[in-house]
């Protein structure tokens, strides 16, 4: 499971820019995580209160987990479609494996909350 590596190293940033700008408590982190990434939310999920333990700045934090579709474009027809919904078969000229990603590896922080 290297999703509590990955959320130490969130917080690690997220850290040091609040103490950067003077920001003492952090109230939600919201990071985008790709339907295709090798990161499993759930797991990000449960590894989230091991990550914060002890650290008063982010005492009460919420974890927020925004799951980036796996869109994909057909090199046979120039389409794009979820290539997970649709099980990377082109529901526009049923072509089978022949795709390029486009969106669905991320692994982002998107946004910060703060408590003023």
């Not at 499971?1 to 919201?30: C, G, P, R, W």
């Not at 499993?40 to 579709?69: H, Q, S």
């Not at 990377?88 to 910060?112: Q, R």
């Amino acid at each position: 499971m290297h999703e509590l590596s990955l959320l130490f190293n969130v917080i690690d940033t997220v850290e040091s820019v609040a103490k950067e700008k003077n920001i003492s408590k952090i109230k939600s982190i919201t990071l985008s995580v790709g339907a295709i990434s090798a990161v499993v939310p759930r797991y990000l999920e449960e590894a989230f209160p091991a990550a914060i333990d002890g650290n008063e700045m982010f005492t009460g934090c919420k974890l927020n987990i925004e799951i980036i579709p796996a869109m994909v474009m057909c090199n046979h027809c120039n389409k794009m479609f979820d290539v997970v919904k649709h099980d990377k078969l082109c529901p526009f000229c049923n072509t089978k494996d022949d795709y390029e990603i486009e969106t669905g590896l991320e692994f982002d922080v998107k946004e910060i909350e703060i408590d003023e």
